[in-house]
């Protein structure tokens, strides 16, 4: 028996938005060191742990480039799923300010690095850059976990 595959169009309707490079700037720490869990010298305790994770960096890409400022509410929980949950904004190069708010998770990677899973909300009155608050966006990407930094490839529905 042969199996067919129909094509969905998917591979047409999505587009390559940005793509997102940051630095890991802060962490506030919630009584589990984040250096000892990254090292894995720590374990999680029984109830998980909390962290807040300043970050920087900038966003390029063929219709929005500039820097981008936020914090993300990282919660690792006890059975191993960690949960992202970021707010940023968003200045471009020519001076407007986008909020950004992403959600998603993070899976451990045999290399020690996250691979990240996210989905994002735009907001802003800006003309020049409304086209992005009507996208469903989402972002697949690598958080070097040693290295304190992380890189996302922003994708969504074309217009």
């Known amino acids: ?3 067919q595959i129909s094509k969905t169009g998917l591979d ?7 793509d997102e490079e940051v630095y890991l ?17 720590e374990s999680l305790p029984p109830q998980g742990a909390r962290f807040d994770i300043a ?24 059975d191993g799923k960690f949960i992202l949950t970021l707010h940023a904004t968003i200045t ?17 990677t045999p290399d020690g690095n996250g691979q990240l899973y996210l989905t994002m909300h735009f907001s802003t009155a800006y003309p020049q850059y409304q086209w992005i608050n009507e996208k469903q966006v989402w972002g697949v990407g690598t958080s070097f976990l040693s290295e304190g930094k ?4 922003i994708s969504g529905f074309a217009d």
Do not use: C, P
């Open 55 to 78: 970050f920087e960096g900038r966003i390029f890409g063929d219709r929005i480039n500039g820097q981008i400022k936020g914090v993300d509410y990282f919660e690792a929980r006890a």
């Open 25 to 41: 700037t802060g962490i506030t720490e919630y009584g589990v060191s984040w250096e000892g869990l990254v090292s894995g010298r």
């Open 1 to 3: 028996m042969k199996t």
């Open 12 to 18: 047409e309707a999505v587009k390559h938005l940005f």
């Open 92 to 108: 471009t190069d020519d001076g407007a300010a986008i909020s950004l708010e992403e959600k998603g998770t993070m899976a451990l």
């Open 150 to 153: 992380g890189r996302v490839a």
